[in-house]
C-alpha cells in the first residue's frame, strides 16, 4: 500500500511540475508572494494555517482490560494546524497550475496530502484555487494498537487574497482499512511573508528540541 500510494503521488505530482510554461517573455520571473503573469512566471505557495472539522464519521473501538472490556467512540478526522508548500507555474495570464505538499502534526502521527493545484487569478491579484490529491493520516484507536495507518484522496477549495491569506473548504476520503471513512472541515491560512515567518520560526524551535537530545 505504501509503494502504490508513492507511484500514484509521482504520477498525480508531475503532470503538475511538468506543464509547460506558455507566458511569453526572455527569461522567468520567479516571486516569493505570488501574482499573476506578467508580474510572474512561477512562484512558491507557502501556508501556515487551521483547519477546524465541520462533520466526521466516527469509529467504535472495543478495549479489552483482561477484566471486561469498554467501548469508545472516536472521530475519524479532527481539527488541526497545517503547512502547506509547493510550486505554482503561471501558464496564462490569469491561470496558473502546480502542487504543494501539507503536513500537519496529529496527536498520535501526522497527516500528509500531496495535490495538484490550479489557480484562477483576478487581475488585481486574488485568487480561486481548487486542489485535489492523495491523502495519508494516522487513525487513533481507543486500544492497542492505538493507531494505524490509513490512505485516501482529499480535495479544496481556496478564496485567496493576495496571495497573504486563504479562507478555505475541504473533504477528505479514507478509504483504506476496511470501510470507508470521510470528513469536511473549513478553515484559514496565512500565505506568502507570514507564513516564511512560521516557517522560520518553526525551523528554529525543531532545532533547539534536536540540540537537547542526547544521542549517545
Known sequence: MKRTFVILAFMWAAPCLAQ?????GPASHLCWRGKPAPK????????FGYDAVMST???????????????F???????????T??????????????????????????????????????P???????????????????????????????????LVGGDLINVNGRADLLVTGG??????SAG???GSYAAAGGTIALGALIALLLSTVRWD
Open 20 to 24: 509547460a510554461d506558455s507566458i511569453a
Open 40 to 47: 510572474c512566471t512561477s512562484f512558491w505557495i507557502t501556508e
Open 57 to 71: 464519521t466516527t469509529s467504535r473501538n472495543i478495549v479489552d482490560y483482561g477484566s471486561g472490556t469498554s467501548t
Open 73 to 83: 467512540t472516536s472521530r475519524d478526522f479532527g481539527s488541526r494546524l497545517l503547512w
Open 85 to 122: 508548500v509547493g510550486p505554482m507555474f503561471n501558464t496564462r495570464p490569469l491561470r496558473a497550475v502546480g502542487g504543494t505538499l501539507t503536513l500537519s502534526p496529529l496527536d498520535d502521527g501526522f497527516r500528509a496530502a500531496l495535490e495538484g493545484r490550479r489557480r484562477w487569478w483576478t
Open 124 to 158: 488585481e491579484g486574488s485568487a480561486f484555487d481548487l486542489s485535489a490529491g492523495l491523502l495519508r493520516v494516522d487513525v487513533p484507536r481507543a486500544g492497542p494498537p492505538y493507531g494505524r495507518t490509513e490512505y485516501g484522496i482529499t480535495t479544496g477549495a481556496f
Open 179 to 184: 470501510r470507508i471513512r470521510s470528513g469536511m
Open 188 to 190: 484559514i491560512g496565512l
